[in-house]
């Protein structure tokens, strides 16, 4: 990979007291933007797999519903009320 040059302005006061927290750190200030360049790629990156991923989970969900399959209220209620009383009871069970 070769390296490219980034150039951009900021204030004075700016540059300074990011230099002294650099040094503080034991880094340079490129190093630290670097770092801060890879981090704000990488958030991106998981969120944009996790949007395609809940993308896809609620087209599941839809074409489940278009095609029929879909659970009565009332069963899903029992599930989780009886998901809901086991959990309390594992709670209960530990005190």
Not at 48 to 68: K, L, M, P, Y
């Amino acid at each position: 990979m070769s390296d490219a040059t980034f150039t951009f302005r900021v204030d004075e006061d700016l540059k300074d007291q990011f230099s002294q927290v650099a040094k503080s750190r034991d880094r340079s200030g490129a190093q630290l933007i670097r770092d801060f360049m890879r981090d704000v790629v990488r958030q991106h990156q998981e969120t944009e797999t996790h949007e395609a991923w809940f993308r896809r989970q609620v087209q599941i969900g839809q074409d489940s519903a278009n095609n029929g399959r879909l659970a009565p209220a009332a069963d899903v209620e029992a599930l989780f009320a009886a998901r809901r009383a086991e959990t309390r009871g594992k709670l209960e069970n530990k005190s």
